[in-house]
């Protein structure tokens, strides 16, 4: 009885003391790594929430004890923990990371982490074992495994929304952490200049995507994301040394000797305290594919020479990057940092080869152009990152490009880039995955060049982009919704045009694995200061300026189907999409009459130039696959895609241009190619006209099937990989090419002598390439490779008169150290 008693006098206090709030604090790792994690949500049973900081750690008040705490994180498995009493804090949480392929974690579609199966448009990803493993020098090489996707002489195509500009403008944005790395005055990626040596992962995004990224991602992104350091210091060093096989047809060798290539890049990256540093670097010589120089007698030097391409159409280069981050410790969610990147290099290319028997390695007299580059950015940013959910950023970039040309074609530009993102998750409101992005973005650029004087006779021209973008996603359950709305404005050399475009899209998640998606994107790109101004000439072609030249709009839209699996030890995903893109004042850089005072001296005044060509549309359907398991004991990866599309002109007889040069004047093209009506309906141009091959209105510089397939065996120390791509035939390029080769003003003497007509009459197949490697990892940090590009060595263009490498043999080490 008396026990009874003393139990009703006590309870009440029992009670209050069970109801007292308990401060829980504890740290977040990687089951796997041990890493801390950072951003981890962390909740409890009422709702309340906070994110851990750069440090793994969290700080959260309970109502009471017991209190269930529920940690989430996009790229870990979900999990709960009770605290039972103060006797279990500070709590020490172990998250599984997620390894099915369809919970890979981006962040390039809404600038917050995703995961990839709950994304409202297409995306691929390449992770940086590939890059390593296919000993990739600069990021195009890795790139053109990608299904969709083909690089066109150094210029970046997704789903044949863009075909051949001549180096000047690009309907990809390339991104480096986000921020934009095309040149500021022609808008040309620079492939080598990308921190190879340090890549968490690239992801490509596919169909416009000008709300997040602006006017050059008309019809895709590709963003390489950096890796910071962690926990564990990390180095790397890569060495290779190798070489290009012989020509297949001997007659094509006009040289002695063998071209060579090598290189070293390397990464450490290490915490000190409260700071983050990441030093990288690539210092490499190639003698590239083609053969030497040759002078005015025939002659030519040879030999390998890693600091010289005097006589040799390679590249050698240096560059030097540095990443740096503070994270402070008196303001949690704080940290500030300064990114820099530089790079000095020496480059020979041509635009046009000799001819297809014993020039098809060398280059057209006045075709080549040696470049002395010095190109660089610093980035200086600041994040703070609050317990509400709210994310602040700032960040700017200053990037620097000098080209130092041999042929009057130098140019320089500054582009100085400012952005501010609020970003918030509505969590703590009881908006359960609801994330709106809010961004104010401002570009402003400098040129001076020899070749951009169409509207300074000096050659200075400016450039003014801003931008305001606001983007919502949220999760309904199943349903994942995402809309968003930017506003453009430019000014180039005074002039002045404003735009918004709009995105939205829809995923709905039916099964555990199967995602079905519908996404519609606007796009906007404005032209690039090359694309308007631009006055040069490239051996007996002109390339004139085009000030009233307008800006192209576009709009895409898809439907998909991402379906995981899982048979046996083999897991990942299959994934099928159905798109369309529609463009109006599509830009193509045009041969015509441009110069009204024809001269024998200026070509007659023929040449290229920027024009808005009318309407155009493409249509396609993509499959890709990706997966990795075992049979045994060897481990297998495999990603493959087949992409076909149908780009067509939807305005193929729509006059859009005229000589320069009156119609009665006997300079004239019209009148001066009488006995050729193809040349002479150069005078009044059209698609049509302009076309090698306008069959079913297919545009120039596209291949309508690509296939591409990388399969990689894993047994004990061992490693062998094959890679397999297939690009159909390009069926359409500018009739001019031909047109060039085929007419002759002198019996046997054709303005332009290339074979490009016999060449595309014996390439009628499309071109298929097969890639090999084998490695052995000979202790845990050291590692050796065997890799061959272009095993058959097979001779193939992608842009007509530009051939590609034959068979390189490259021999690699690997050391690897830390996480």
Do not use: C
Request: net charge negative; glycine share 10%; charged share 20%.
């Amino acid at each position: 009885m008396r026990l009874i008693l003393a139990i009703v006098l006590l309870a009440p206090a029992l009670w209050g003391q069970a109801q007292i709030p308990t401060l829980i604090k504890g740290t977040v790792k990687d089951a796997k790594t041990g890493e801390l994690l950072f951003g981890v949500a962390v909740t409890t049973a009422e709702g309340k929430g906070v994110f851990t900081d750069d440090s793994g750690a969290f700080s959260i008040e309970a109502k009471a004890l017991p209190a269930v705490l529920t940690f989430s994180l996009v790229s870990h498995i979900k999990q709960s923990r009770t605290v039972n009493s103060a006797a279990d804090v500070p709590l020490t949480v172990n998250m599984e990371p997620l390894t099915v392929d369809l919970d890979f974690v981006v962040v390039s579609a809404g600038k917050f982490e995703q995961n990839l199966g709950e994304l409202t448009m297409s995306m691929d990803i390449i992770k940086p074992a590939m890059i390593e493993n296919r000993n990739t020098v600069n990021i195009d090489e890795v790139l053109a495994q990608t299904p969709g996707v083909i690089i066109v002489n150094s210029e970046p195509q997704i789903r044949s929304g863009s075909g051949y500009s001549f180096g000047a403008g690009s309907r990809v944005m390339i991104l480096v952490d986000g921020l934009p790395l095309l040149s500021g005055d022609a808008g040309r990626p620079s492939w080598g200049f990308l921190p190879v040596e340090n890549v968490e992962q690239i992801e490509v995004i596919k169909g416009a995507a000008s709300v997040m990224y602006g006017s050059a991602a008309l019809s895709g992104v590709i963003n390489l994301r950096t890796a910071y350091a962690t926990d564990k210091p990390r180095t790397k060093v890569t060495a290779y040394h190798g070489f290009y096989s012989d020509p297949q047809t001997s007659e094509a060798k006009y040289w002695p000797g063998t071209q060579m290539q090598s290189g070293i890049n390397f990464v450490h990256a290490q915490r000190f305290g409260q700071w983050d540093a990441v030093l990288s670097g690539n210092f490499s010589s190639d003698d590239g594919h083609l053969g030497p120089i040759r002078d005015s007698l025939d002659g030519f030097k040879t030999g390998y020479d890693p600091f010289s391409v005097d006589h040799l159409w390679g590249e050698n280069k240096a560059r030097l990057s540095l990443g740096t981050r503070y994270r402070s410790k008196r303001v949690t969610g704080l940290s500030a940092g300064i990114n820099t990147n530089w790079m000095k290099s020496e480059s020979m290319a041509t635009l046009v080869w000799d001819n297809i028997t014993t020039g098809l390695y060398d280059a057209y007299a006045g075709s080549a152009t040696r470049t002395k580059q010095v190109a660089g950015y610093v980035d200086p940013y600041i994040e703070y990152i609050n317990d509400r959910g709210t994310k602040h950023s700032l960040r700017g970039r200053w990037q620097n490009l000098d080209n130092e040309n041999d042929n009057n074609q130098s140019n320089f530009s500054d582009v100085y880039l400012g952005e501010y993102q609020y970003q918030q998750n509505f969590e703590r409101w009881g908006l359960k995955d609801l994330t709106t992005t809010l961004g104010l973005m401002g570009q402003f650029t400098t040129g001076e060049s020899q070749l951009y004087t169409g509207f300074d006779s000096i050659g200075n021209n400016t450039a003014t982009n801003i931008a305001a973008y606001l983007q919502a996603d949220k999760k309904l359950d199943r349903l994942t919704i995402s809309a968003g709305l930017r506003y453009e404005h430019f000014e180039l050399n005074g002039e002045k045009e404003a735009k918004p475009v709009f995105r939205t899209g829809l995923n709905y998640r039916f099964g555990e694995a199967t995602f079905a998606r519908a996404s519609f994107g606007q796009g906007y790109r404005f032209p690039t200061i090359a694309e308007r101004f631009i006055t040069t000439a490239v051996g007996i072609l002109n390339i004139y300026p085009n000030p009233e030249l307008q800006s192209e709009t576009a709009y895409n839209a898809e439907v998909g189907l991402k379906q995981g699996f899982k048979v046996g030890n083999f897991k990942g995903f299959a994934d099928l999409a159905v798109f369309y893109q529609e463009y109006n004042n599509f830009i193509e850089f045009t041969f015509g009459q441009w110069n009204a005072n024809p001269t024998f001296d200026n070509f007659l005044g023929m040449g290229f130039k920027s024009l808005n060509t009318g309407t155009s549309r493409v249509l396609g359907t993509e499959a890709t696959i990706l997966g990795t398991g075992e049979i045994g004991k060897v481990k297998l990866n495999f990603l493959g895609g087949y992409t076909y599309t149908l780009p067509q002109s939807t305005s193929p007889d729509t006059q859009y241009a005229t000589s320069a040069v009156p119609a009665d004047d006997p300079f004239n093209i019209a009148n001066l190619f009488q006995s050729d009506p193809a040349f002479a309906a150069h005078s009044n141009l059209s698609y049509s006209v302009s076309s090698e091959d306008p069959t079913n209105n297919i545009l120039k510089y596209r291949m309508q099937h690509l296939v591409r397939l990388d399969v990689e065996a894993e047994y004990n120390s061992f490693v062998l990989g094959a890679g397999v791509r297939y690009n159909s035939r390009m069926q359409n390029i500018d009739k001019i090419f031909v047109l060039l080769d085929e007419f002759e003003l002198l019996p046997g003497e054709p303005l332009l002598p290339s074979g490009i007509s016999q060449w595309r009459k014996e390439k009628d197949t499309g071109d298929y390439v097969i890639d090999a490697r084998l490695a052995w990892r000979f202790t845990k940090t050291q590692k050796i490779s065997l890799v061959v590009s272009n095993l058959l060595n097979r001779e193939y263009a992608i842009r007509p008169l530009a051939i590609e490498p034959g068979r390189t043999i490259v021999f690699q080490y690997v050391l690897h150290i830390g996480s």
